[in-house]
DNA sequence: TGGACGATTGACT
DNA sequence: GTCAATCGTCCAA
């Protein structure tokens, strides 16, 4: 097991994650989904985090393809990303909306609401997999959480559209996701 | 050492 | 549609 196929620009690696499944080990439960909603971020790329070069918050992106960066979003949310790209590059993936496989019931006790808003948002995806600052370098080939690859989708059942609540860059389109999928973050 | 701010969400008008 | 919550991180002083 290894991720070159993680090894792509954000751009490929992020269309190439749709359709991929997490799995969540946590209180002797197995939380298991579907990433149906990402976003593209890299080093060139004003509205990414890694774009002012490395620091402490963002060094995991850094890191080799397939380990996780996380992060505090306004003290709040913490959002899950999926390290793409060459070791000493920071470039990855927002995983902004999953679609609940196994454990939906743990994932909605854990957010407090059902229906599609369990897992339809970043913020979200973070409270429902219990996700904090500590997993930000983790590998996700070793548990508790772990990415394991699924067949790649036809170029038919990806969007492509411009990415959500950025104040820079706003015009590139660099957030896809499944079409019809009902999971996917509304905005 | 302090102040400004954010890849968001949810509550409220 | 508007807006507050809340804190780790970054940078200026």
């Known amino acids: 097991m290894n991720f070159s196929w993680l090894n792509l620009s954000s751009e490929s690696a992020a269309k190439r994650l749709l359709g991929s499944e997490l799995v969540r080990e946590i209180d002797g439960q197995t939380l298991r989904v579907k990433i149906v909603e990402v976003e593209a971020y890299d080093q060139d790329d004003p509205a990414s985090h890694t774009f002012i070069g ?9 890191m080799a393809a397939g380990h996780a960066y996380v992060y505090l979003i306004h003290g709040l949310h ?68 772990i990415l394991i690859k699924q067949p790649e989708l036809l170029e038919s059942d990806i969007t492509t559209t411009t990415r959500v609540g950025i104040s820079k860059a706003g015009d590139r389109r660099r957030r896809y996701y499944i079409v019809g999928n009902p999971y996917v973050s509304k905005k």
């Not at 490395?54 to 850094?62: D, E, I, L, V, W």
């Not at 600052?133 to 548990?143: T, W």
Request: net charge neutral; with cysteine.
């Open 78 to 145: 913490h959002c899950l990303n999926v390290v793409t790209g060459e070791e000493g590059y920071g470039s990855g993936a927002l995983i902004r909306a999953v679609e609940p496989l196994e454990g939906a019931e743990q994932m909605i006790a854990r957010r407090g609401k059902g229906g599609y808003d369990v897992t339809n948002g970043p913020g979200k995806v973070g409270q429902a997999l219990s996700l904090d600052l500590s997993y930000s370098g983790h590998s996700l080939m070793e548990s508790p959480l």
């Open 54 to 62: 490395k620091t402490k918050r963002n060094q995991a992106m850094f």
